[in-house]
């Protein structure tokens, strides 16, 4: 059973990852945390050392949430090419903000904090690995069952998807339109599907 102060920072953590998501991972002021956690400076403290310990965790907690829900897309799917879809699908701008209100909490990070905060970058390289991880398996795993072309490089993929997906959410919150991101998916979903599947025509094909 979590405790009183155990609960309240994990609602501190939450409450700070979107805050900090929309409105800038460096430059948020701690009155705004004071804000909307309803704690005051000591309060804040007494749970977190410092403001970049507060900022690690709400970054830890929103890309947990990203990954949560990506994940959960991938209940159900038994081959590669139906895992690479419905992550792509995940993206959907009709669906909940994607990956989350603000955008990707680790593009968000990439963009502003570049070297001016080596440990949020550092925590930011170490998510994005562990997403382009995830694909690169499920590719080589579809490239051995046959799924996908074996020619492929698994690595090249998962920049060609991660780089369509974020560019595409990238463009849709700065022109406040959906289509960017409709065409990014749309344009990858033709890439799995021609590029990637491996067809009946090829079997056999040395």
């Not at 994607?98 to 955008?103: C, D, F």
């Not at 339109?177 to 009946?200: G, K, M, T, V, W």
């Amino acid at each position: 059973m979590t405790s009183k102060g155990e609960r309240t920072r994990s609602q501190v953590i939450a409450l700070t990852a979107d805050l900090m998501n929309e409105q800038g991972w460096l430059g948020v002021p701690i009155s705004q945390v004071m804000a909307v956690s309803g704690l005051q400076k000591g309060g804040l403290y007494r749970h977190f050392e410092s403001r970049e310990a507060l900022a690690y965790a709400a970054f830890d907690h929103a890309v947990a949430r990203v990954r949560e829900r990506l994940l959960g897309c991938l209940e159900g799917c038994e081959t590669a090419p139906e895992q690479l879809l419905a992550l792509i699908h995940a993206y959907r701008p009709q669906d909940e903000p994607v990956p989350l209100p603000g955008g990707c909490p680790i593009m968000n990070v990439a963009i502003e904090s570049d070297h001016a905060h080596p440990g949020l970058r550092q925590r930011a390289v170490e998510a994005m690995s562990r997403w382009r991880g995830l694909i690169e398996q499920i590719v080589l795993d579809g490239m051995r069952r046959g799924e996908l072309r074996e020619d492929l490089i698994p690595a090249n993929v998962s920049a060609i998807l991660i780089g369509g997906l974020e560019g595409g959410v990238m463009l849709s919150h700065l022109y406040d339109d959906p289509e960017p991101l409709q065409a990014a998916i749309q344009h990858l979903h033709h890439y799995l599907e021609h590029d990637l599947r491996r067809h009946a025509t090829e079997e056999g094909t040395p």
